[in-house]
């Protein structure tokens, strides 16, 4: 098992500035999945965008962003998400007035193979099938 917090404070030491970090490390259990966290900030927007052949699964950790593609919106939430299939663009925004915080999985692709990776820390099961 692979355990580990999804920090909503700015990480200096890790965050490149951007809203997406990577959380999974680099050789660890999962050959098919990407963990990232995104934070919008209160009033902003990342505009529509799309991810490749990634299917994404979001879910909220804190705050509340509005997540809306082609075929709807959906409000995300702690304890609720939403999902979206490979190829349709996504735009995440934050109505609030405090900054809010995703989870987003995705399914591997050149996409996720580009994104800025955190020093995640866990048990250290890394394909041990354990």
Do not use: W, Y
Request: proline share 8%; net charge negative; glycine share 16%.
């Amino acid at each position: 098992m692979f355990g580990m917090t999804i920090d909503t404070a700015p990480d200096t030491a890790t965050d490149t500035g951007g809203p997406a970090l990577r959380l999974d490390p680099a050789g660890g259990p999962f050959s098919a999945l990407a963990a990232v966290r995104i934070r919008v900030p209160a009033g902003g927007t990342i505009p529509a965008h799309a991810h490749g052949t990634s299917e994404l699964l979001l879910t909220g950790v804190a705050g509340t962003v509005e997540a809306s593609c082609g075929c709807g919106a959906k409000t995300v939430a702690p304890g609720t998400f939403a999902m979206l299939p490979a190829g349709k663009e996504i735009t995440l925004v934050n109505h609030g007035t405090e900054p809010a915080t995703v989870l987003a999985v995705f399914s591997q692709s050149e996409f996720t193979e580009g994104l800025p990776r955190a020093a995640a820390k866990g048990c250290g099961c890394q394909g041990h099938g354990g």
